[in-house]
């Protein structure tokens, strides 16, 4: 049974990979940093079948006893400070974990086991100011933003050390992806539990800054099989995962509030308080190499992904659970 480390696991992503790993037959062990209050709704479901141990990316000696203890063949980082409205009022937190915390694991990993298969969490805000459209594995980064400056970091010491130490490190450039497991805090999620709450008379606006931001949109349920894929290749390498399709915010209300047949601008303010001090107006990334090498290809299409969302919603206020 082959064993590997998820950083993250309570999140979005490491909730939907540490599933795909068990239908693979994995066993899962889970990084999680020992807070005031337990995070654990995302994992809820298959918590029984995984290995929880406290560790943090701010702390290296917990690095080297977590992968000394544990001896997994393969990790996956995904942990971080990951909101990029946060990262401008704690640039330096940020920094910390999401560039500093990707070295310590990689020397950690260098140090005990170099065999290791490791997988960072790229991000397309690493392009930020884009440079060409669309953005490929060779486009030049321009971020805008602390996280994205983070990620830039954490992107390049992975291939210094893939390079340096013939670690096999590889990184997955993600695009925006999301799903019902989205916190509240993205726009996305924002949306769509917005949506639901005025469609059960729970509220009566939504606030929101750049409408006319484009993102390339996917299911996160997708992207992290593209992460697996990865890992099992002959040579580490970097990848690009996304559709190659990009809608602005303004049409992913369009079709959130359609789903439950309103008209976004009868409810939507624009806030001056919500707008980035540097803005990233145009992401869309090129999946080619994803496609070709790991053939990998989304399932989930972007109307798809938005009435998941919403529909999930719905259901979780008309239930009367607390949002993920």
Excluded: C
Aim: glycine share 8%.
């Amino acid at each position: 049974m082959p064993k590997a480390l998820i950083t993250g696991i309570t999140g979005q992503d490491g909730s939907y990979l540490a599933e795909f790993l068990l239908d693979k037959g994995y066993e899962v062990v889970g990084m999680v940093r020992r807070t005031s209050t337990e995070n654990f709704h995302r994992i809820a479901r298959i918590q029984d079948q995984l290995t929880l141990v406290p560790g943090d990316l701010l702390d290296q000696v917990s690095m080297f006893h977590l992968l000394e203890e544990h001896r997994p063949e393969e990790v996956y980082n995904l942990a971080a400070q990951s909101f990029v409205q946060t990262s401008w009022n704690q640039p330096v937190f940020t920094g910390e974990v999401t560039a500093l915390g990707v070295t310590r694991l990689l020397d950690a990993i260098r140090t005990v086991d170099p065999k290791i298969r490791f997988y960072q969490a790229s991000s397309s805000e690493m392009f930020g100011k884009v440079v060409e459209v669309p953005q490929g594995e060779s486009t030049p980064f321009y971020p805008r933003s602390p996280y994205g400056v983070a990620k830039v970091y954490g992107h390049w010491i992975t291939i210094n050390y893939r390079e340096s130490y013939d670690l096999h490190a590889n990184s997955g450039i993600l695009f925006n992806h999301e799903s019902p497991r989205r916190g509240l805090e993205f726009v996305t999620r924002k949306i769509t539990h917005h949506v639901a709450k005025i469609k059960l008379g729970l509220a009566d606006e939504l606030r929101l800054g750049n409408l006319d931001a484009r993102r390339d949109w996917g299911f996160a349920g997708d992207y992290v099989e593209a992460m697996w894929l990865m890992l099992q290749q002959d040579k580490p390498d970097d990848f690009v995962v996304a559709t190659g399709q990009t809608h602005s915010v303004e049409e992913f209300l369009t079709l959130a509030f359609g789903a439950v047949n309103l008209d976004w601008h009868d409810y939507v303010v624009q806030d001056p308080k919500y707008m980035r001090p540097a803005e990233v107006d145009l992401l869309v990334g090129n999946p080619g190499k994803a496609k070709s090498t790991l053939g990998w290809e989304p399932k989930v299409d972007f109307a798809g992904l938005v009435k998941m969302m919403v529909d999930a919603d719905l259901q979780m206020l008309q239930d009367g659970r607390t949002p993920m």
